[in-house]
């Protein structure tokens, strides 16, 4: 008996200890919008494939792809599934959805390091249609002489500069700034100018900082450590060759310098040190934290791209007007930024698997090419999905009419502005940025100097590129 | 008796057999096979033998950082959920009034989730801080000590159920015989109590031991390792090697079965230490 006993708690620490190993691959939630079972359903011998399964990265639309699946049904008898990945998750349903047989047959990837992980599982898409309808070729992820990543979206961020409270402010009596008007700041000296000469008139503008809430809580500093650091990563990589794709610079960089650190800690301090929450506190703000202060009017400018005004429009007591919703190019000090426009790319690339039947290859093809290409299929990507999208099959007046993606196609539209790609496409992994992001908070609640920051984006750089 | 049993031996322990195989010894297995290869998706993997585990432990120092973290909070929480809960369990056997209200409001933390509490505590503990200018991210000693707060609030009404039970179960005679020999209280409890209840003991340690040192979901909502990766315990630490970098997949398998490892010899100790403790009644 008592041996027995022993055995028996044996395999109950083996288990429970087990039952962890098990649960750390178990972490992938999908949420199915339609049924995700197949059976049954495999290619007929005539009519090629009758369903496709399209993993969705973007929760905020996943009620518009229904739509468009069933529409699409309709039309073709192709079935549809579209399944979301929770947000930020998608990495992690991906790697789950893939392995099982009925797989997705179009995902999407985030780019050439995102290529990097996938690139057993892209087909090469030189030769489909969206591809031909693609405006600048140069956007498509690459490797030799295929494609296997289209974009399908253009996008653009910097800083959304509320003009209601600008215009409270230029009309100051006392105000110290040498410009009227906020469309005239086109340097970092005078947009620290303005927006310390505000600060001193919090009050009379009725606002608790000029920049809403650097958000750094973990999961939510993403603004600061990719898209912010995009510029000085520009400038370094640009400035070797004037005219090079500084994507494909960076990607090849196994080490990079941070030229342009100060220029970095320029920008960062003058949000940090006229926000509308204390250095020191914002370890526990997150972006929704900081979009919310700025509809609410407690905050003149944040930093941010087009896709925020659904949140922004959708928080309630939003006192932002649409007409007062502009966009300016973040400026960090660099020499000649004046010609600087906004950061303009994307992150979002479709595949289609290439290890899936050659039938569903092409029902997925076909599918992404009627959503871009037909008429039904335009109109859900304009006006429901807001995507400004990259194809030339858009006339001109087929965009969006939500203010910022309008302020994103009129920055892209000037003359002798020059806008700034996603070079942060070739940051070289999630890790990489988790770290740059930790430093950040670490720098801005005192517990670390500038230069540990910088030893971090300069040192990891290096130990996560030697591991791809 | 025996006869019948055997007859239906399979009847009755295949479908459980079943479940175990497919959702959890067929996992089990692959998962150390894929310690083993490189992979994105479990399907198709590459083999490369010992590499993995080798960079394991040198791909960054977190791995160990974060196993020391996590070695510091077991010791002090296991510690302190049982003495608290011992000490609960003691309180609540002697008949105060409300037995029963009191038992059933320690025990109901442990009915919430982990994410839930965490993000719960991460409010409450932040909305303290918040005072003195601080949040949980600024330094990881917070963070260290809100996760003890939290795992403690969980688990001490579970384990005082446990010592509870253990408790009623000291025979009268024992306690009786022992107040007419002239044992003081702090004497009856040591001499008395305590041996009688080590089989509960055994199972509090082992349960507290195991659930702290595989603490996850806690950890995620609380801080997720802020600030860096300083409050990191290992259970995130794998999740996070396995989905942060390109091709580290096999990696943060390595270490998950290290981990495996690791939990399973301490757990058997620890079980072997206390066991040799108990009274066979």
């Given at each position: 008996?008592?041996?027995?006993?022993?055995?028996?708690?044996?395999?109950?620490?083996?288990l429970t200890a087990a039952a962890s190993l098990a649960a750390c691959s178990n972490n992938g939630t999908a949420s199915s919008s339609q049924a995700a079972s197949?059976?049954?359903?495999?290619?007929t011998a005539s009519g090629g494939a009758k369903e496709i399964y399209f993993l969705n990265f973007k929760p905020e639309i996943a009620d518009v792809y229904k739509d468009i699946a069933a529409d699409y049904e309709k039309e073709t008898g192709?079935?549809?599934?579209?399944?979301?990945?929770a947000s930020g998750t998608y990495e992690q349903t991906l790697k789950s959805e893939i392995a099982k047989s009925d797989a997705p047959t179009i995902f999407q990837i985030n780019g050439p390091v995102g290529y990097e992980t996938w690139k057993d599982y892209c087909a090469d898409l030189k030769d489909s249609e969206l591809y031909s309808h693609l405006m600048d070729k140069s956007l498509a992820v690459t490797s030799g002489d295929g494609v296997y990543g289209i974009p399908y979206v253009v996008e653009g961020y910097g800083i959304i500069y509320n003009n209601a409270i600008m215009k409270k402010y230029f009309a100051l009596s006392d105000k110290a700034a040498s410009v009227s008007s906020a469309d005239q700041i086109n340097n970092f000296a005078t947009l620290k100018s303005v927006v310390e000469d505000m600060t001193k008139h919090k009050k009379d503008l009725g606002i608790d900082g000029v920049f809403a809430s650097t958000s750094l809580a973990s999961g939510e500093d993403w603004r600061w450590q990719t898209h912010l650091l995009n510029l000085p990563m520009y400038y370094e990589f640009k400035d070797g060759d004037q005219d090079a794709n500084t994507v494909v610079t960076g990607l090849a960089a196994k080490e990079i310098t941070f030229k342009y650190a100060d220029n970095y800690k320029n920008i960062f301090d003058l949000y940090l040190n006229n926000s509308a929450t204390k250095p020191g506190l914002l370890g526990s703000k997150s972006v929704d934290d900081s979009m919310a202060e700025f509809a609410l009017g407690k905050a003149a400018m944040v930093q941010n791209g087009n896709w925020a005004w659904a949140q922004i429009s959708g928080v309630s007591g939003n006192v932002v007007k649409a007409d007062d919703i502009k966009f300016m190019p973040i400026y960090t000090g660099v020499k000649g930024e004046e010609n600087q426009g906004l950061c303009i790319g994307t992150e979002n690339y479709f595949c289609i698997n290439s290890k899936v039947s050659a039938d569903k290859q092409k029902a997925s093809e076909d599918f992404l090419n009627w959503l871009y290409t037909s008429d039904k299929g335009k109109d859900y990507v304009t006006n429901k999905l807001g995507f400004i999208a990259a194809f030339d099959s858009f006339s001109d007046s087929e965009r969006p009419d939500d203010?910022?993606?309008?302020?994103?196609?009129?920055w892209m539209a000037k003359k002798d502005i020059k806008t700034v790609p996603w070079t942060f496409e070739c940051f070289p992994s999630q890790d990489y940025k988790n770290n740059v992001g930790a430093a950040l908070l670490e720098y801005a609640q005192g517990s670390k100097k500038w230069d540990d920051v910088k030893s971090v984006v300069v040192s990891d750089w290096k130990t996560e590129k030697a591991k791809s | 008796m025996q006869k019948v049993l055997k007859k239906y031996v399979a009847f009755f322990t295949f479908p459980t057999l079943l479940a175990f195989i497919i959702a959890f010894l067929a996992p089990f297995l692959m998962g150390v096979y894929l310690s083993f290869t490189e992979f994105t998706a479990v399907t198709d993997s590459k083999w490369v033998g010992i590499e993995n585990y080798i960079k394991a432990f040198t791909s960054g120092g977190d791995f160990l950082n974060s196993l020391w973290f996590t070695t510091k909070f077991t010791v002090i929480s296991v510690i302190s959920i049982n003495l608290l809960a011992f000490l609960l369990a003691l309180l609540l056997t002697r008949g105060v009034r409300w037995t029963n209200g009191f038992r059933t409001v320690f025990?109901?933390?442990?009915l919430i989730g982990g994410i839930v509490l965490g993000y719960i505590w991460q409010l409450i503990i932040n909305g303290i801080l918040y005072q003195s200018g601080v949040t949980l991210t600024t330094d990881p000693k917070y963070g260290f000590w809100g996760l003890v707060v939290l795992m403690n609030w969980q688990m001490i009404g579970y384990m005082m159920i446990i010592y509870i039970a253990g408790i009623q179960n000291v025979p009268t005679e024992l306690r009786d015989a022992a107040a007419v020999d002239g044992a003081t209280p702090i004497q009856e409890l040591f001499h008395v109590t305590v041996p009688m209840v080590m089989p509960s003991i055994t199972i509090c340690l082992f349960l507290t031991l195991t659930n702290s040192f595989k603490l996850f979901d806690q950890n995620l909502a609380l801080t997720a390792g802020a600030p860096g990766k300083q409050s990191e315990m290992l259970a995130l630490n794998i999740y996070n090697t396995f989905y942060g970098s390109i091709h580290s997949e096999g990696i943060g398998q390595a270490k998950a079965v290290i981990f495996f490892l690791l939990v399973t010899v301490i757990a058997f100790i620890q079980l072997r230490l206390t066991r040799s403790r108990e009274v066979e009644n």
């Open positions: 008996m008592k041996k027995l006993k022993r055995i028996l708690a044996l395999t109950v620490a083996a197949s059976q049954g359903t495999n290619s192709v079935k549809v599934n579209v399944v979301t990945a203010p910022l993606a309008k302020e994103v196609t009129t | 025990f109901m933390p442990n």
